[in-house]
């Protein structure tokens, strides 16, 4: 296994701010992935971050509201930008240390006002 | 596209045996996983099948079968902190996202 810490755990923002989460891994991993899980849903896939290159984005989002770094091989940043009350949501990092294997880090809790 | 099913709830005993069930429908399958997740917490890894069979681990085991697009996750001797949420997530060939079923919320009772 891996230990995948995220900063930070929570936040409460007001809208039309920025909030900038961060996703390291004690172990160099290829593959970096940013999920959101809003109130009472699963989990939904925002982009794989992929390191030295742009973020591979899935439908529905895109790299202006939702920027992503990924400078090296252990971490990864997201930022949820010009933030809207239907931001408010659960923010998971998730890595694949093997075929076999994908974990999750803890999680940011973002509120939005 | 994919389409991931899974029970919304269930509820089962202490001590029990509860089986959840997934079907799936993909372009191309490569590998399903299934997470718990505890309310107010990360998933937590649990399995993942890419052949068909049962893999066992423990109190837990998944069943799949590809030609049914078909998986179910058994949990034995059921204890109360395994009231959780239960996520089947289904890979698709060529990719390594997952996509997510909704969920099914399962309570232990005494």
């Known amino acids: 296994s891996a230990v995948i810490s995220q900063k930070p755990s929570r936040d409460i923002c007001q809208r039309g701010t920025s909030l900038t989460i961060q996703c390291q891994v004690d172990?160099?991993?290829?593959?970096m992935f940013w999920y959101r899980q809003q109130p009472g849903q699963s989990l939904t896939l925002i982009a794989t971050?992929?390191?030295?290159?742009?973020?591979?984005?899935e439908s529905g989002f895109v790299i202006d509201k939702f920027p992503i770094s990924r400078p090296n091989l252990t971490f990864s940043t997201l930022t949820v930008s010009n933030m809207s009350p239907e931001d408010s949501s659960i923010y998971l990092c998730?890595?694949?240390?093997?075929?076999?294997?994908?974990?999750f880090g803890p999680g940011t809790r973002l509120l939005v006002l | 596209g994919q389409n991931i099913d899974q029970p919304t709830e269930m509820t089962a005993t202490e001590g029990a045996i509860v089986q959840i069930n997934c079907t799936y429908q993909?372009?191309?399958?490569?590998?399903l996983f299934w997470y718990q997740q505890h309310a107010g917490e990360a998933p937590t890894f649990l399995s993942y099948?890419?052949?068909?069979g049962l893999e066992e681990k423990g109190r837990f085991s998944s069943f799949l079968s590809r030609s049914k697009g078909y998986s179910y996750l058994l949990l034995k001797e059921l204890q109360m902190k395994d009231s959780a949420s239960y996520l089947c997530?289904?890979?698709?060939?060529?990719?390594?996202?997952?996509?997510f079923g909704k969920g099914t919320m399962l309570l232990v009772s005494p």
């Open positions: 993909t372009s191309g399958f490569n590998g």
């Open positions: 998730s890595v694949e240390l093997s075929f076999e294997t994908q974990y």
């Open positions: 997530a289904v890979r698709a060939a060529g990719y390594s996202t997952l996509t």
């Open positions: 172990s160099q991993v290829t593959m």
């Open positions: 099948n890419v052949l068909d």
């Open positions: 971050a992929n390191q030295g290159s742009e973020a591979t984005y």
